[in-house]
């Protein structure tokens, strides 16, 4: 592919026209940083899909946690 100008950066993902994995947003929007551990960090859409799974998943854990945890506590009342 074609690296960048510079001068005139597109308005979402610079990578996106090289991109295989390039979605509608990434030519639209540049994606926020996610971070992936001490020291590293990415700027990708797919990260941030990814991210957002994670805290879906997590939330939905706390709340089945939290389920569980109002159960047990009404069987011991
Ligand atoms: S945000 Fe990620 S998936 Fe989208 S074009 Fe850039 S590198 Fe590819």
Same mark, same amino acid.
């Given at each position: 592919?074609? !690296?960048? #100008?510079? $001068?005139?950066?597109?308005?979402?993902?610079?990578? %996106? !026209?090289?991109?295989?994995?390039?979605?509608?947003?990434? $030519?639209? &929007?540049?994606?926020?940083?996610?971070?992936?551990?001490?020291?590293?960090?990415?700027?990708?859409? $797919?990260?941030?899909?990814?991210?957002?799974? &994670?805290? &879906?998943?997590?939330?939905?854990? %706390?709340? %089945?946690?939290?389920?569980?945890?109002? &159960?047990?506590?009404? #069987?011991?009342?």
């Amino acid at each position: 592919g074609t !690296p960048v #100008d510079m $001068l005139n950066p597109p308005e979402g993902c610079p990578f %996106a !026209p090289r991109c295989e994995y390039a979605m509608k947003i990434c $030519l639209q &929007k540049m994606p926020p940083y996610v971070e992936l551990g001490e020291n590293h960090r990415a700027a990708c859409w $797919l990260r941030v899909q990814e991210q957002m799974a &994670k805290e &879906k998943s997590g939330q939905a854990d %706390a709340k %089945a946690g939290s389920q569980t945890e109002n &159960k047990e506590a009404g #069987d011991h009342e």
